[in-house]
């Protein structure tokens, strides 16, 4: 099946994003043009987000989600993307504090990691990089960074210059002292302020009464507020001073150490029942005789039923599970793939006569305890992930150091792809 994608030169910068980060030349040939298409097979698609969501769907289909609650989420983003586009630029920037909240609790938008909703949202926003400031939507402006680095900057899209990002620059929250009532001797509180003229006086002369009893009562409120505050801040800046050293301890530790990479068995392999790209494999990673994991992965395309079969792998065991498609998931198995998309393989041992399910993959000089679960806000998996590479002898290595096997014999045994040089490892 042919496909040709014909894009505008300048226009239609969210189609050459998704485009170019998913790979997509392997399946669509790109065409400039005077209007947005997609041709396949003589049949022409129109519109965005059909032809962001069909190039995912033929590269990288968990972009559009992987249950049926996840495509449901991604759906309503992607229906929001395309009412953002109608919008002038005021509108655009007033959607920012929305955004802004709902970024408050997550890293990404619409799931736990990167989806399609992150690449469109991203193009659209970049034309209003300059407006999205961190004293007013920080949480818009950490996400917009995250996505510049993941995507862009790792993608080298040059379509969009990357923005300089800074988000130390958040000033600390002003509380301000409550309004001080201004009167004028009228009482606009009363539902009867139009009756009862012969008692003005006599209610003026109360309520200035009032009123003066008012602010002093506000004054030293404002007063109290502000010392309780210099207390509370004070406090805190001694506590933080007593405990200098739990900060010291988190950053010791390099975030690769606290990742649990293991060298795992494939006992058996098959087709996911309810979704056709994805494979489910039993695999023992050393838990304990007779325990294996369950993991999915989006092997189909790349490697054959036959051979995923009794094979020694590579596996990521402490990311959160994740229910892909019904069928939870305890890990991953780790793959490079080629620069231009071409091909994926699967990362194993060197010598496989020397390991057993289990054993641990390790750094040197970068040593350290594995957490028991990754947690997610922390993103140590995304800080490292993009250092892992393979290089010219097919070795798989972390910022030049390769993937070391502690075996039960004392040696040390790396980890290979079989054909790939230079690709990436996830």
């Known amino acids: 099946m042919s ?3 014909r894009v505008p030169e ?7 994003l998704v485009y170019k980060y ?4 392997r399946v669509v040939k790109l065409e400039s043009a005077k209007e947005l298409s997609l041709e396949i097979s003589g049949d022409s698609i129109d519109g965005s987000n059909t032809i962001a969501k069909y190039l995912a769907a033929n590269t990288q289909a968990d972009l559009l989600g992987l249950t049926k609650e996840e495509n449901i989420e991604v759906e309503e983003w992607l229906s929001w993307v395309t009412a953002l586009k109608a919008l002038e630029k005021k509108q655009v920037i007033a959607q920012f504090k929305k955004l802004d909240t709902h970024l408050s609790t997550r890293t990404f938008i619409a799931l736990n990691r990167l989806s399609l909703p992150d690449l469109l949202i991203f ?3 970049h034309a209003f990089s300059k407006d999205i400031k961190v004293t007013t939507v920080p949480n818009v402006l950490r996400w917009f960074g995250l996505i510049q680095h993941v995507v862009v900057k790792e993608h080298a899209i040059e379509e969009f210059p990357c923005v300089e990002i800074h988000l130390d620059a958040v000033p600390e929250p002003v509380i301000a002292a409550p309004a001080k009532k201004k009167t004028d001797g009228k009482s606009t509180d009363s539902p009867s302020e139009t009756t009862g003229k012969k008692d003005k006086k006599e209610k003026t002369d109360k309520k200035e009464k009032a009123d003066t009893k008012e602010k002093a009562d506000t004054k030293e409120k404002v007063e109290q507020t502000e010392n309780k505050e210099k207390k509370e801040k004070k406090e805190k800046k001694e506590k933080k001073e007593k405990k200098p050293a739990a900060v010291v301890v988190e950053s010791d530790q ?3 150490s606290r990742l649990d990479i293991r060298v795992g068995y494939i006992h058996s392999c098959e087709k996911h029942p309810n979704a056709d790209s994805l494979y489910v494999e039993r695999i023992d990673l050393g838990d304990g005789e007779g325990i294996h994991r369950t993991v999915v992965s989006g092997l189909v395309r790349w490697v054959p039923v036959e051979e995923m079969q009794n094979r020694w792998v590579v596996c990521l065991t402490n990311m959160k599970p994740v229910t892909m498609r019904g069928i939870k998931s305890e890990g991953v198995v780790l793959c490079a793939s080629a620069v231009d998309g071409s091909k994926v393989e699967i990362l194993a041992p060197a010598d496989t006569t020397k390991v057993k399910p289990g054993d641990r993959v390790y750094f040197e000089g ?9 947690p ?4 140590y998996w995304e800080t490292v992930q993009p250092d892992f590479k393979t290089q010219d002898d097919l070795f798989a290595y972390y910022n030049g150091k390769p993937f070391l096997i502690k075996t039960a014999s004392g040696e040390t045994v790396q980890c290979i792809a ?3 040089k230079g690709g990436d490892i996830k």
């Open 3 to 5: 496909a040709t994608l």
């Open 10 to 16: 300048k226009s239609a910068k969210d189609i050459v």
């Open 22 to 25: 998913l790979k997509a030349k």
């Open 123 to 125: 193009a659209h926003l």
């Open 254 to 256: 390099a975030p690769v």
């Open 366 to 374: 970068l040593e350290g305890e594995p957490e028991k679960t990754l």
């Open 376 to 379: 997610p806000k922390k993103k």
């Open 418 to 420: 079989p054909t790939i």
